[in-house]
């Protein structure tokens, strides 16, 4: 059973900064592309950030530059770094596994942790 459970979220000054979590279980962590999205208020769920089992990296152009992504693949942990935080990162974020199984793509969510920006 595939589990991914975040942890990190807050209320933040704009400005601040906050580090996101995701425990991952289940998977060959290693060998999964994991990444980070996030759904605000009236909005559809978005990419925000992205890694590869090769560490290569995506991010959103609205993070580019005040996010990082990172892995600690001894751990099977996914992290977000998240500085200069500004009002519309106010979302709630949503750790993701994408898996193939011949052929077929598969994605586990966990259950989302709150992060609020404001002054």
């Known amino acids: 059973q595939v589990q991914l459970v975040e942890s990190g979220g807050g209320s933040v000054q704009p400005g601040g900064s906050l580090r996101l979590s995701c425990a991952a279980s289940?998977?060959?962590?290693?060998?999964?592309?994991m990444g980070w999205y996030r759904r605000a208020p009236g909005k559809e769920r978005e990419l925000v950030a992205r890694?590869?089992?090769?560490?290569?990296?995506d991010y959103a152009d609205s993070v580019k530059g005040r996010f990082t992504i990172s892995r600690d693949n001894a751990k099977d942990t996914l992290y977000l770094q998240m500085n200069g935080l500004k009002p519309e990162d106010t979302a709630v974020y949503y750790c993701?596994?994408?898996?193939?199984?011949?052929?077929?793509?598969?994605?586990?969510w966990g259950q989302g942790t709150q992060v609020t920006v404001s002054s």
């Open positions: 289940g998977i060959i962590f290693s060998l999964t592309t």
């Open positions: 993701n596994a994408e898996t193939w199984d011949g052929g077929r793509l598969t994605r586990y």
């Open positions: 890694i590869t089992r090769g560490i290569s990296t």
